[in-house]
């Protein structure tokens, strides 16, 4: 069992930037797709970011590319989202997750992660 703790999240303005971090239990953390998903209340989540297992490559939704950056310290067990120009679409419970399977494919499917943590909110203001 993997556990993801999410923190970083809060309150910013619009143009501002957020990082978050993700903390995961366990020792096999370099072999897992890592990714980041959003809620808003009464919408599905979605797709933020992910990374590929180890190094690994990076890909992003659409309306966050060039704006956010994946990224994984190994050794930390610790995945984060750097999030830059923010803007109050961007207002959502953020979700940390993990991938057992598929390591080296860029998914984006809330199914195809296999661990979630508790979620941290981040609320842009105008």
């Known amino acids: 069992q993997v556990q993801l703790v999410e923190s970083g999240g809060g309150l910013v303005q619009a143009g501002g930037s957020l990082r978050l971090s993700c903390a995961a239990s366990?020792?096999?953390?370099?072999?897992?797709?890592l990714g980041w998903f959003r809620q808003v209340p009464g919408k599905e989540r979605t797709f933020v970011a992910g990374?590929?297992?180890?190094?690994?490559?990076?890909y992003y939704a659409d309306s966050v590319k060039g704006r956010f950056t994946i990224s994984r310290e190994n050794i930390k067990n610790t995945v984060y989202l750097q999030m830059n120009s923010l803007k109050p679409e961007d207002t959502a419970v953020y979700y940390c997750?993990?991938?057992?399977?598929?390591?080296?494919?860029?998914?984006?499917?809330?199914?195809?992660?296999?661990?979630w943590g508790q979620g941290t909110q981040v609320t842009v203001s105008s």
């Open positions: 997750a993990a991938a057992t399977s598929w390591p080296t494919e860029q998914r984006v499917g809330v199914g195809s992660y296999d661990y």
């Open positions: 366990g020792r096999l953390f370099s072999r897992y797709r």
């Open positions: 990374i590929t297992r180890s190094s690994g490559s990076t």
